[in-house]
């Protein structure tokens, strides 16, 4: 499993890259092997502030939809549309071409309520 150590993570299962004030934003190595065959990604909150813990998106594999939630707060600045022609990145590079969105973060001291490699490691029993 790869949890790497300079990201952020939720109980979620989504991880962080803060650059910055902007944080890209995607779903772990763990998530994406649970969810199986990753076949679409929606987001529909480009140009939108969203509160952390609400949805921003969802993502789509062959049995399941499964609901994205926003890590921190802040506007949607882009979102990563190479997804659109090649979901299955989400599953053979989540840390890197599989990212979802780019976030202008609201308040960067949300970034401590994330939980470190270890942390989350805890979470999923690793």
Same mark, same amino acid.
């Given at each position: 499993m790869?949890i790497?150590?300079?990201?952020? !993570?939720?109980?979620?299962?989504e991880?962080v890259?803060?650059?910055?004030?902007v944080?890209t934003?995607?779903?772990?190595?763990?998530?994406?092997?649970?969810?199986? =065959?990753? /076949?679409?990604?929606d987001? =529909?909150?480009?140009?939108?502030t /969203?509160? @952390?813990d609400?949805v921003?998106?969802?993502?789509?594999?062959?049995?399941t939809?499964? =609901?994205?939630?926003?890590?921190v707060?802040g506007?949607?600045?882009?979102?990563?549309?190479?997804?659109e022609?090649?979901?299955?990145?989400v599953?053979?590079?989540p !840390?890197g071409a599989?990212?979802?969105i780019? &976030?202008? &973060?609201?308040?960067?001291?949300?970034?401590?309520?994330?939980?470190? @490699?270890?942390? !989350?490691?805890? &979470?999923?029993?690793a």
């Amino acid at each position: 499993m790869n949890i790497p150590v300079e990201l952020k !993570y939720t109980k979620d299962h989504e991880w962080v890259r803060i650059e910055g004030d902007v944080a890209t934003i995607g779903i772990t190595d763990f998530a994406q092997s649970e969810l199986g =065959d990753i /076949v679409y990604v929606d987001v =529909d909150t480009l140009d939108e502030t /969203v509160e @952390a813990d609400e949805v921003f998106g969802s993502v789509e594999a062959v049995k399941t939809v499964s =609901d994205l939630f926003m890590p921190v707060t802040g506007e949607v600045i882009e979102f990563n549309e190479g997804l659109e022609d090649d979901p299955e990145h989400v599953n053979s590079d989540p !840390y890197g071409a599989g990212w979802m969105i780019k &976030v202008k &973060v609201a308040d960067i001291a949300d970034i401590e309520n994330l939980l470190d @490699a270890e942390a !989350y490691k805890k &979470v999923i029993g690793a």
